[in-house]
């Protein structure tokens, strides 16, 4: 474990956690613990919207795959019955 240099100095968190007494330092700690909750159920809200988004487009990206492989048949065939009627010129 990698111990800082700053850790027995004067001001430093750890040593001032140390010296404060227990009663104290376990509602800072509540606290703290209550703020990151509520700050992660922000954020798993944020995540619930965006995969729903996400599904949302997913499906319509789906849909644009198939109408623009539709588009490349209609495109194929057309070019098909274009170079079909075309007569095919002689090298000779």
């Not at 007494?21 to 954020?43: C, D, E, V, Y």
């Not at 798993?44 to 499906?59: F, K, Y």
């Not at 048949?73 to 002689?90: C, H, K």
Request: hydrophobic share 35%.
């Amino acid at each position: 474990m990698h111990r800082s240099s700053t850790a027995g100095q004067p001001g430093h968190p750890s040593l001032r956690l140390s010296t404060a007494g227990p009663t104290s330092i376990k509602p800072r700690q509540f606290a703290h613990l209550q703020s990151q909750m509520a700050q992660l159920q922000a954020h798993l809200s944020d995540l619930e919207n965006h995969v729903r988004v996400t599904a949302i487009q997913a499906e319509a990206i789906r849909r644009l795959g198939g109408l623009q492989g539709g588009l490349f048949m209609a495109a194929s065939r057309v070019l098909g019955e274009e170079s079909a009627r075309e007569p095919t010129e002689n090298p000779l």
